[in-house]
């Protein structure tokens, strides 16, 4: 007999595979731009697509991904301690686009135009975190637009990321409504089945 996986363990699973994705490709991102385009003052991150969907898939846990994307883009950029506390502090602020899913439903901001505004509001969010940490640490305030200017090429890869990942089964979805919708086609199909 096929010994089934406990929801926490599906859930400590698909987390992992988020974060390791999350890692990897921040890691070739920080790299590529590295070399290829040293100096430019523009950078681009997957950190808000992959929090957008982790926090479609698992709410809240979701921040464990936004501050993953914060320390790894930090250590492969060679960063100092304070650019660690405003990027991995500051995406936490992306939480705050969690009340957009409670008030409006996920299936809602799923299926509507909101599966887009999501995401946009999570990057936003975590752009306005970082700046907002960087003040508290002593920042200019003239240097504060720079943390959503520099990141201004992301939305287009957040949104398209995000817009694909609506398209594929399960992947920009609660997994509980996607569980429970998993087993009742399954159960409608074998009671088609049955004379």
Not at 77 to 102: F, H, M, P, T, V
Not at 143 to 163: E, G, H, K, N, R
Request: hydrophobic residues 50%; aromatic residues 12%; proline residues 3%.
């Amino acid at each position: 007999m096929r010994k089934q996986r406990t929801w926490k363990q599906y859930r400590a699973i698909d987390l992992a595979m988020f974060a390791l994705m999350l890692a990897i490709f921040e890691y070739i991102i920080v790299r590529a731009a590295n070399w290829w385009f040293p100096g430019q003052p523009y950078v681009v991150s997957l950190a808000a697509s992959v929090t957008s969907i982790v926090y479609m898939r698992w709410g809240a846990w979701g921040a464990i991904h936004a501050v993953e994307a914060g320390a790894v883009f930090c250590f492969f950029s060679g960063a100092d301690r304070e650019q660690y506390i405003i990027y991995c502090a500051g995406n936490l602020l992306s939480l705050g686009a969690l009340a957009l899913l409670k008030t409006a439903g996920k299936e809602k901001v799923r299926a509507t135009r909101l599966g887009l505004v999501f995401p946009a509001l999570v990057l936003l969010l975590m752009q306005l975190g970082r700046a907002g940490a960087a003040f508290c640490l002593g920042a200019e305030p003239a240097a504060l637009p720079a943390f959503v200017t520099t990141d201004s090429l992301s939305y287009i890869f957040t949104l398209v990321i995000v817009w694909i990942a609506g398209r594929l089964d399960g992947i920009y979805e609660d997994q509980k409504h996607y569980l429970v919708r998993i087993h009742t086609q399954e159960e409608e199909k074998g009671g088609q089945l049955q004379p």
